[in-house]
C-alpha cells in the first residue's frame, strides 16, 4: 500500500481516536491535504486516486454524521459511591486491547497518548490532561469503578491492580469507535503517581477583560436561531451543516437593554453584550460576534469560549446563528 493510503486512513483513524463523534468531510480533507501536500506528485494518476478517496470520504462521513442518530449509549444516572483506591494522580504508561495484554517490561504503545494524566478527587470530581497539557475540569466525573461522560452518555469501568509493587488503572476508552460503530473500547493503562487530595488544586484558567461600558449596536438586537458549529467562520456552508450531532446552544435573545439570553439544551443562561461582544461575567469570558450577510440571510458567528479556552489556551470555534426576528 502506499504512504498516501495510509495516511489518508490515519487522518479518518486520528480523528475518531481523540473522542470526535462527527466528522466533517472539509476539516479531516484538510488535515489530509496538509499532511500530503510536499509528498505528492501532480500527476493524472494521482489525481484520479484523490478524487475516488473524496468520494469514498464523503460516503464514509457521510455513514458517521447518520450513525450518530443511531449512537450508542450508557446508562449514566449512577448514584455516587467513593472508593478511597483511586483518589490521586494517574498517568498513561501505555494502551492495549486488554487488560491481559499489558506488560509493564514492555509497553504495547510507544507513541505520545492523548489522554496523558487523570486526578480523582473526593466527592466524584474528576481533572484531566490531554496531550500533556495541564489537568483541567472537563464533562466527566466518577463514581466507584465507573467514569461517567453524561456529555457523550457513556459509563466507562476502571479497574485497580497492583502489578510489581506498581499500582495500574485499566480504564475503557470508549471514544467515536465504541459509539458510533459499536466497536470493543481499547483500554488505557495508567499508573498512580500519588494519592494527593486534588480538590484545592488551583487550576490556571483563562480569563478575558469584561468590565465593557455599554455600546449600543442595533445589528446585534433580536432572536438569533443556532444552525451549526464550525472550527473557522470560512467552514460555514449555508447548503451543508458540518456539525451533525445535536447542537448545545440553541438560541440568544439579544435585548436593547444590554442583556443576553442564551438558551442550551439543559438552561437559559443570563450574559451581557455591548457592541459585538457577548460578555460572560461569570466565566470572564467577551466573545466576538461577526455578523455577516449570506444569501439574503443574516448570520452571527459568535466566539465559543468553553473549557477548551480557559482552561487550555486552545482557539474558540464558532457557533452560527441565524437571525429570524
Known sequence: MKQIDLDLGDVIHKELDHQSLTLEFETTWRKYNQINTKARKKTVTSRRFISLAAVLMVILLGTIGFANHFRKVDKVDYAFKHD???????????????????????????????????????????????????LCTGALEWTKGIVINK??????????????DQ?????????????????????????????????????????????????????????????DFVENIEDFNFNQKVWMDELFLKSLSIEENGKVSATTKTTTIKLQWSQDLIIDSHEKTSSNCIIKEINGHT???????????????????????????
Open 84 to 134: 478511597n483506591e483511586v483518589i490521586g494522580k494517574w498517568e498513561a504508561v501505555d494502551f492495549v486491547e486488554n487488560e491481559e495484554d499489558f506488560d509493564p517490561d514492555s509497553p504495547a504503545y510507544k507513541e505520545g497518548f492523548y489522554l496523558s494524566k487523570m486526578a480523582f478527587v473526593k466527592g466524584g470530581e474528576l481533572l484531566i490532561s490531554f496531550e500533556e497539557e495541564q
Open 151 to 164: 456529555q457523550d452518555r457513556t459509563a466507562s469501568k476502571y479497574n485497580i491492580k497492583q502489578i510489581k
Open 167 to 227: 499500582t495500574y488503572m485499566f480504564y475503557e476508552w470508549k471514544n467515536g469507535d465504541y459509539i458510533l460503530k459499536n466497536m470493543k473500547p481499547g483500554v488505557y493503562v495508567l499508573r498512580q503517581v500519588d494519592h494527593a487530595d486534588y480538590s484545592n488544586v488551583s487550576v490556571t484558567r483563562r480569563e478575558d477583560k469584561v468590565d465593557y461600558p455599554f455600546m449600543h449596536n442595533p445589528d446585534m438586537i433580536g432572536e438569533w436561531e443556532c444552525v
Open 299 to 325: 448570520y452571527m458567528f459568535y466566539e465559543w469560549k468553553s473549557g477548551d479556552y480557559i482552561f487550555r489556551g486552545r482557539k474558540p470555534s464558532y457557533y452560527v446563528l441565524k437571525k429570524i426576528i
